[in-house]
């Protein structure tokens, strides 16, 4: 890590950490803490996730049999696309959709898209704001939802309310919303402020109140996940 690289991580942590406060004062939602930190953050490092491998994302999909080029793909928390340009890539025109709670990165997306000449294939990217479904649902129906660290960043209540909402989002049941989640034991623990880690059980208890199955895939392996606890699950309609 260069010297631009070095107080670029360290503004950003303190713009986080000063949003993050913000946030309790004015005991806004998670959500929009969320969204306003990646705003700045994409300001202050426009190529974020453009030097990490994403397409580690789509081979494992498309290896596993999961996803082909004619699958209705939504990318749920896709964020500047540095995934989501490989899965506009990989997909039949039309089939791809991101959604993000930062317009920011949606903004920075646009341009990616246009960038890698893959304007094209009509991908649709909508916001999300906070507690708000409607923008997803006017999409319709998803064969595979995905959502890579993303339920890492979202507290309980949260996920609790995207489950809810899921059984109106996924086509049938042979759809599924696949989600990667930060692996603990017992009760959710929130570290680092944006970081949440979940247990097996309890995301299980959740699906379940949401008339969902839950189970987890055991091929998964996130390249960059030094502590080995990245951990994706498979939410789906329970027959």
Same mark, same amino acid.
């Given at each position: 890590?260069?010297?631009?690289?070095?107080?670029?991580?360290?503004?950003? &942590?303190?713009?986080?950490?000063?949003?993050?406060?913000?946030?309790?004062?004015?005991?806004?939602?998670?959500?929009?803490?969320?969204?306003?930190?990646?705003?700045?953050?994409?300001?202050?490092?426009?190529?974020?996730?453009?030097?990490?491998?994403?397409? *580690?994302?789509?081979?494992?999909? +498309?290896?596993?049999? #999961? #996803?082909?080029?004619?699958?209705? *793909?939504?990318?749920?928390?896709?964020?500047?696309?540095?995934?989501?340009?490989?899965?506009?890539?990989?997909?039949?025109?039309?089939?791809?959709?991101? +959604?993000? $709670?930062?317009?920011?990165?949606?903004?920075?997306? !646009?341009?990616?898209?246009?960038? =890698?000449?893959?304007?094209?294939?009509?991908?649709? !990217?909508?916001? %999300?704001?906070?507690? $708000?479904? @409607?923008?997803?649902? @006017?999409?319709?129906? *998803?064969?595979?939802?995905?959502?890579?660290?993303?339920?890492?960043?979202?507290?309980?209540?949260?996920? @609790?309310?995207?489950?809810?909402?899921?059984?109106?989002?996924?086509?049938?049941?042979?759809?599924?919303?696949?989600?990667? *989640?930060?692996?603990?034991?017992?009760?959710?623990?929130?570290?680092?402020?944006?970081?949440? &880690? &979940?247990?097996?059980?309890?995301? =299980?208890? %959740?699906?379940?109140? =949401?008339?969902?199955?839950?189970?987890?895939?055991?091929?998964?392996?996130?390249?960059?996940?030094?502590?080995?606890?990245?951990?994706?699950?498979?939410?789906?309609?329970?027959?």
């Amino acid at each position: 890590m260069n010297i631009r690289q070095k107080i670029s991580t360290m503004l950003i &942590y303190y713009v986080e950490t000063i949003l993050y406060v913000k946030h309790k004062l004015l005991k806004t939602s998670y959500a929009d803490y969320y969204a306003e930190r990646m705003d700045i953050q994409i300001k202050i490092k426009p190529n974020w996730g453009l030097d990490l491998n994403k397409r *580690f994302q789509v081979d494992f999909l +498309v290896n596993n049999g #999961i #996803i082909n080029t004619s699958t209705r *793909f939504l990318d749920y928390g896709c964020g500047a696309l540095s995934a989501g340009t490989y899965f506009i890539k990989y997909l039949n025109k039309n089939k791809y959709f991101g +959604v993000d $709670v930062s317009k920011g990165v949606l903004k920075e997306g !646009l341009k990616r898209i246009e960038n =890698s000449g893959l304007s094209g294939k009509n991908a649709q !990217l909508r916001q %999300i704001p906070s507690g $708000v479904i @409607e923008p997803i649902v @006017e999409l319709g129906t *998803f064969d595979i939802i995905w959502a890579q660290s993303v339920l890492t960043h979202m507290p309980p209540k949260d996920i @609790e309310f995207l489950l809810s909402k899921l059984p109106i989002l996924l086509k049938d049941t042979d759809s599924s919303f696949y989600a990667t *989640f930060a692996i603990t034991d017992g009760d959710p623990v929130q570290k680092k402020y944006k970081d949440w &880690y &979940y247990s097996i059980g309890y995301l =299980s208890a %959740i699906a379940k109140n =949401s008339g969902l199955i839950f189970d987890v895939n055991t091929d998964w392996s996130h390249p960059e996940d030094i502590e080995k606890i990245d951990t994706l699950g498979r939410f789906r309609l329970n027959k």
